[in-house]
């Protein structure tokens, strides 16, 4: 019998049978199934298999979690299912066939404002704090702010804007660069356009709207003359611009000879996009985003304004697990641009919160059951954070009545946000940080909603949950070890004997595996490492290219095929996971090299994997490399030190 027979059994007919698998791949951790019908795949007992660590959908891909054993479980799915895996380049377009277009369109803009959304944060924050030491009356019984009694504050009100400036009044640049390295064209060129886009020499798009029309500066061309206006802020217009420069750079490339094409493609591409930016798309898009941002204000101050909040409130989770929440990103820009302020980005924050306390009441719940407890806490967490899709579809939605409730608490507290008139700076830190980026004068009302937010949803599912909640989730089901569980035990020892016999000198503590800054897990942009799902760690900035052993140990694991993660085993027991970087698994093995292999004992220090940093950036990855504890092994405390500058095989990271 293989070890994983009657798991991979289960997940066969879980997932709906092999005629439901349209392609199937794995990585370091994880398979990665293209399913023809999603909704057949049984969630609920797929997380109850023993070696599944959980489940959730990203980008069309369903993506079951495995852990350091995924290459010897997925070798004995696809035997025993009698199909062939595929690449994961493969599976990545089957996945793509698999959305339908609004998917495909929300998935793009997700991915265009990812690497834009950190800039955004920060910049809300920035106004934020601006707003309170220079906007709010606090001292002189009310009638002066700290900036006009301390030059030092006014110096840092002002200081501060340069950074506020660069990041909502240079928007554009972000906005076409995103795009153009999404769409895998020249960003530079991106990167150009946009501060076209924004130019100096032009009307800047905020004082537009306070000019008069004989003022607007125009280029006269004799027959033609066109607004000098810039497109400050704007996101619509930006957008539908790098788009332009996108499908012009790749006619070119297609239809111009390569000898000639580093002169011809930048020159043709370029020079029309800004035209035709300037021309057409760019008051287009204007025009469209100003509709949409008026529409959406027109909902939030209107007569129906307490209407329009309670079903926003009330659906926004439903929509975040759709993928269609990445457009109000680009709303509440809009929003900002407009009116100097968003009421919408403050319902967000608070059904983030609501969805969170939620959680929290099963953890109370749950209380007794250790499985469900290594899902609910963390989700819990994150989710009070602004990270709401562990929470979402590793607990609410498994169970339907959280969601629900935290559906309702979320509506209520929308309600209350939306009848004060709460008002955020910009887009913020979601969840219970949110309060930073709301005008100072509105806290006291946003805690109001926020107290809505935190006791209905927690209430309602504590009352909900005493009585749909079955017994074997309250305590944890209780299974009974089969004979194939109790003969693997019996041949696990054994092994562990025989190694603890051959093992190499015992260690307590783990070493750099890189040199560079050393990050806390919960830092890294991957949920299945910064949720801990696959253990508790630490990351590393690396600022060199080869990953060396922490300590004495041996290789249990080297991906083969990509060669971008191994796994070893230390002589007491524990476990560890190396992965390099953030889905290089998808480079195939393209700009690294494995120094080992299975089986192999290893020193602390010893080069284990070597890997190009400029292929891994040139392919739009992160190089973040995690460094996981998988199993404890016989460690009873495990100890991680972060925000250190760490030197390779030397630095002390980790004791236990």
């Not at 696809?78 to 690449?87: L, W």
């Not at 100072?440 to 009302?445: C, I, T």
């Amino acid at each position: 019998m293989s070890k994983y027979e009657n798991d991979v059994k289960q997940l066969l007919t879980l997932i709906g049978g092999k005629e439901n698998i349209d392609a199937v791949s794995h990585c370091m951790t994880r398979m990665r199934f293209v399913l023809n019908d999603p909704s057949k795949a049984n969630e609920k007992e797929i997380a109850k298999i023993p070696s599944v660590k959980g489940t959730f959908t990203q980008a069309g891909q369903y993506q079951v979690i495995i852990g350091n054993d995924v290459s010897v479980f997925y070798n004995e799915f696809t035997n025993y299912a009698g199909i062939e895996g595929v690449s994961k380049d493969a599976v990545k377009n089957a996945a793509q066939t698999n959305q339908n277009i609004a998917q495909r369109i929300m998935g793009a803009l997700g991915e265009i404002f990812a690497p834009i959304i950190p800039a955004l944060i920060c910049g809300g924050l920035i106004l934020g704090f601006r707003n309170i030491i220079g906007e709010i009356y606090f001292f002189n019984n009310g009638t002066a702010t700290l900036t006009q009694l301390y030059p030092f504050w006014m110096g840092v009100y002002n200081f501060l804007w340069i950074i506020g400036e660069a990041i909502f009044h240079l928007l554009p640049v972000g906005i076409v660069w995103s795009i153009t390295k999404k769409m895998g064209t020249t960003q530079i060129l991106g990167i150009v356009l946009g501060l076209t886009l924004v130019s100096p020499q032009l009307l800047n798009g905020f004082a537009v709207s306070s000019t008069s029309v004989s003022d607007i500066p125009k280029w006269d061309f004799g027959f033609i003359q066109i607004d000098m206006i810039g497109y400050q802020g704007q996101v619509i217009a930006a957008m539908m611009a790098g788009f332009v420069l996108v499908y012009l750079e790749k006619f070119f490339k297609k239809h111009c000879p390569e000898v000639i094409s580093m002169i011809v493609v930048p020159f043709c591409s370029l020079v029309p996009a800004v035209i035709i930016a300037h021309t057409i798309v760019g008051p287009i898009g204007w025009s469209i985003g100003n509709f949409i941002g008026d529409i959406v204000y027109s909902g939030l101050t209107s007569n129906i304004r307490i209407l329009f909040a309670a079903i926003f409130g009330f659906v926004y989770a439903p929509i975040v697990m759709t993928g269609l929440h990445h457009m109000t990103n680009a709303i509440d820009t809009q929003l900002v641009t407009l009116y100097g302020g968003t009421m919408l980005w403050p319902m967000i924050a608070l059904s983030n919160i609501a969805q969170g306390s939620a959680v929290l009441a099963m953890i109370v719940l749950q209380k007794k059951n250790e499985r469900a407890e290594q899902i609910n806490v963390p989700a819990c967490i994150s989710c009070y954070l602004g990270v709401t899709e562990p929470a979402l579809f590793g607990v609410n939605l498994k169970y339907i009545f959280p969601l629900i409730c935290g559906m309702i608490g979320s509506a209520i507290a929308a309600v209350i946000s939306i009848g004060f008139g709460v008002e955020a700076v910009s887009i913020g830190v979601g969840g219970l940080p949110g309060i930073l980026s709301i005008f100072s004068q509105y806290w006291g009302k946003f805690l109001l909603a926020m107290a809505a937010a935190i006791i209905v949803p927690f209430v309602l599912t504590i009352v909900v949950g005493k009585k749909k909640l079955p017994v074997s989730e309250i305590l944890g089901e209780a299974k009974e070890k089969t004979v194939k569980e109790q003969t693997d035990f019996v041949e696990t020892l054994s092994e562990n004997v025989q190694q603890k016999e051959e093992s190499i000198a015992d260690v307590h503590e783990l070493c750099a595996i890189l040199s560079g800054q050393v990050i806390s897990i919960e830092e890294v942009e991957d949920d299945v490492f910064s949720q801990k799902i696959m253990g508790d760690g630490i990351a590393f900035e690396p600022s060199d290219e080869i990953v060396v052993a922490p300590c004495d140990a041996t290789i249990s694991v080297v991906m083969d095929d990509s060669k971008h993660a191994c796994g070893m085993t230390l002589s007491n027991g524990m476990e560890i996971l190396i992965h390099i970087g953030i889905n290089t698994v998808h480079m195939n093995g393209d700009g690294f090299e494995a120094f080992v292999k299975a089986g192999d004992k290893v020193k602390r220090g010893q080069p284990l994997i070597q890997f190009s940093k400029e292929k891994i950036a040139k392919s739009g990855y992160s190089d973040t490399t995690m460094l996981i504890v998988t199993e404890m092994g016989n460690a009873k405390e495990l100890q991680f030190h972060t925000n250190i500058n760490a030197q390779a095989g030397k630095t002390v990271v980790a004791e236990f």
